[in-house]
Nanobody, 120 residues
Framework: QVQVVESGGGLVQAGGSLRLSCAASGIFLSINAMGWYRQVPGKERELVARISSAGSTNYADSVKGRFTISRDNAKNTVYLQMNSLKPEDTAVYYC??????????????WGQGTQVTVSS
């Protein structure tokens, strides 16, 4: 069984900061990539930031320069540091982990989501 668990959401004023954490646990061979997505009601889930096993990153244009994704390989954990938050960053943030679960199988796992609310 694999679990992907997020933490760190909450309510913050515009201009403030939050740090999200996501840990993958269970039985798997390796983590290929981990990332953060977000979704607001009535809209599709969108990529916020992603980091590969090699450490390369990519960000949505809307968060570049404000958000930073990082990972701790020893802890199978990815972080999203969110600075200069704006009301339009309000969403449920989901962690995604692309895991190699056996030598011929790569699977996508999602966390349960954590609410981030930015007040104006």
């Amino acid at each position: 069984q694999v679990q992907v668990v997020e933490s760190g959401g909450g309510l913050v004023q515009a201009g403030g900061s939050l740090r999200l954490s996501c840990a993958a646990s269970g039985i798997f061979l390796s983590i290929n990539a981990m990332g953060w997505y977000r979704q607001v009601p009535g809209k599709e889930r969108e990529l916020v930031a992603r980091i590969s096993s090699a450490g390369s990153t990519n960000y949505a244009d809307s968060v570049k320069g404000r958000f930073t994704i990082s990972r701790d390989n020893a802890k199978n954990t990815v972080y999203l540091q969110m600075n200069s938050l704006k009301p339009e960053d309000t969403a449920v943030y989901y962690c995604n982990a692309l895991l190699t679960t056996n030598p011929i199988l790569v699977k996508n796992y999602w966390g349960q989501g954590t609410q981030v609310t930015v007040s104006s």
